[in-house]
Every structure is written in structure tokens, then in C-alpha cells.
């Protein structure tokens, strides 16, 4: 019973070697969502995703997030 619990382990540590995680992800060149879309930064182009060459910024696209500036807070004062 020993020898082939150890043979059943043996067998199973043979095969984890051939899994490996996906540390050096690289989006360039993967295929495109079902809706033609890429992540940030990427564009469809023949159903593959090409650097854009832009870096995305996580800012607001220039765009104010208050849809009504005269009822915007003041900004914090700035310290000198």
C-alpha cells in the first residue's frame, strides 16, 4: 500500500513541472475580445492587439469630473 501511495505521489509531482503561471504577461499581439477591444494602450488591428504606443494615465481624459463648474467645491488652498 506504501509503494503505491509513494508511486501515486512520484506521478503527480512528474507532471508539476509541465504547469507553469504566466508571469511575463505580454498583451502585444494577443487576440482581440469579442467586441473588437483591447486593454488601455492597445488597439484592434487584424484581430490582434498592437501597442498604441500610449501609456495609459488613469486621469480623466481632460474632462472635468464636475459637470457643472459653478457648483464645483473650491479647490484645498495649495501650501507655499
Known amino acids: 500500500m506504501r509503494a503505491q501511495r509513494l508511486l501515486w505521489m512520484i506521478a503527480m509531482l512528474s507532471l508539476l ?9 505580454d498583451p502585444e499581439g494577443q487576440p482581440c475580445d469579442a ?12 484581430n490582434a492587439c498592437v501597442s498604441t504606443g500610449a501609456k495609459p494615465d ?16 473650491e479647490p484645498p488652498p495649495q501650501a507655499r
Request: proline residues 11%.
Open 35 to 46: 467586441k473588437n477591444q483591447c486593454l488601455p494602450g492597445y488597439q484592434c488591428v487584424n
Open 58 to 73: 488613469g486621469g480623466t481624459g481632460g474632462t472635468s469630473l464636475c459637470e457643472d463648474p459653478a457648483h464645483c467645491p
Open 17 to 25: 513541472p509541465g504547469c507553469s503561471l504566466l508571469v511575463d504577461f
